[in-house]
């Protein structure tokens, strides 16, 4: 075995637990060297799947082992927050899959301890390491979009529903992460929440979740997992062109040379008398669908950790980020009827 500079240990191995192990124990100088999971099932899949990796039962084992300085988290939402915790006051960093915490006041928390050991914090907001995103982040700061005027996103499907949380948060922070990502992480002014529970009492299968930024810049999600077809789009509305990305399609976007502007009128506001209706111009151009070149995200995400470990670099994906999507997240919840 080669020496590894960074040595992990994973805790979970259930639905997307075994995409992390693999991008991880793939990183060059990178060990994961526990997985620890209460499934015997789930440890044989690890075992057999990964020698190099042991298969434990026990969190307290990895947390104690000096050799350890990372740990990753694939648990339910409602885990995060301790287990994060146990790390960084063990001397580790960590990774946290989405969302960092349930609450604000969590994230914050972690964010102290992480900043009194000097530790990372990273939240697994993988689209971030998505090149179809990417593209469409360069697209809005370069001003090629225009003024940004809205955004709105389907993410939808049948079927895999939850009980540990309801659709909004299984999905939305995906969603969320992506918009403050393409917004640079603005505070919003307010955020609205319509949901509805259908097959679980108290846990909402669709819901609508309208954000308002500053410089009128709106922002409608739209999540449920009771829906017939599988939706995975989002679209940018801008003053000078629009975008469409569509991450189930084979071309991830679409640019729209599209848009409606106010003609300007000799004289206009200058006859009270003789008021005269605003004429619009409508423009209808191109179509372009640029060629993106695809890494697998969760490997990008992956090595972007290992490296803010190595390196002491701040991560995207960091605790500011995790926070901002926390922050609406625990917003929209505030407005959930009892």
């Known amino acids: 075995m080669t020496q590894n500079d960074v040595i992990l240990a994973q805790i979970g191995c259930g639905y997307w637990g075994p995409n992390l192990l693999r991008n991880f124990s793939s990183l060059r100088g990178c ?3 526990y997985v620890v999971d209460s499934s015997p099932e789930r440890r044989t899949f690890v075992e057999t799947n990964f020698p190099r990796t042991k298969a434990v039962e026990s969190v307290s084992e990895v947390m104690q082992d000096p050799e350890v300085n990372g740990i990753v988290v694939a648990t339910p939402a409602g885990t995060h927050f301790e287990l ?3 790390s960084l006051l ?3 960093h960590v990774f946290v899959e989405k969302p960092l915490a349930t609450r604000v006041s969590e994230v914050d928390e972690l964010d102290c301890l992480a900043k009194e050991r000097e530790l990372v914090v990273m939240a697994g907001h993988t689209f971030l390491y998505n090149a179809a995103v990417r593209y469409v982040k360069r697209l809005v700061d370069s001003g090629e979009l225009g003024e940004i005027r809205y955004i709105y996103s389907q993410r939808l499907n049948l ?9 909004l948060w299984n999905f939305a922070p995906h969603d969320i992460s992506i918009i403050q ?7 919003p002014v307010a955020v609205h929440r319509l949901g509805m529970d259908f097959i679980q009492t108290g846990v ?8 308002v930024y500053p410089n009128k810049v709106i922002a409608n999600i739209h999540v449920s997992w009771l829906d017939p077809q599988k939706v995975r789009k989002m679209i940018v509305v801008g003053s000078r062109k629009m975008v469409v990305y569509d991450d189930v399609a084979e071309d991830k976007i679409a640019i729209y040379d599209k848009g409606i502007d106010k ?8 006859d009270f008398d003789n008021p005269r209706p605003e004429l619009f111009s409508y423009r209808s151009g191109d179509i372009l669908m640029p060629q993106v070149q ?3 995200p969760l490997k990008q995400e992956a090595e972007a950790f290992v490296t803010s470990m190595r390196t002491g670099g701040k991560p995207i994906t960091g605790i500011p980020h995790a926070r901002n999507v926390v922050d609406i997240l625990e917003q929209a919840k505030a407005l959930k009827p009892e």
């Open 204 to 211: 909402d299968d669709v819901v609508f979740l309208s954000i």
């Open 84 to 86: 994060a915790k146990q």
């Open 294 to 296: 695809f890494t697998e």
């Open 31 to 33: 060990l994961v060297k």
């Open 263 to 270: 003609k300007a009128i000799l004289g206009q506001n200058m």
């Open 159 to 167: 079927g895999r529903i939850r009980s540990d949380i309801d659709a």
């Open 90 to 92: 063990s001397g580790k």
């Open 181 to 187: 990502y393409w917004l640079g992480d603005p505070s």
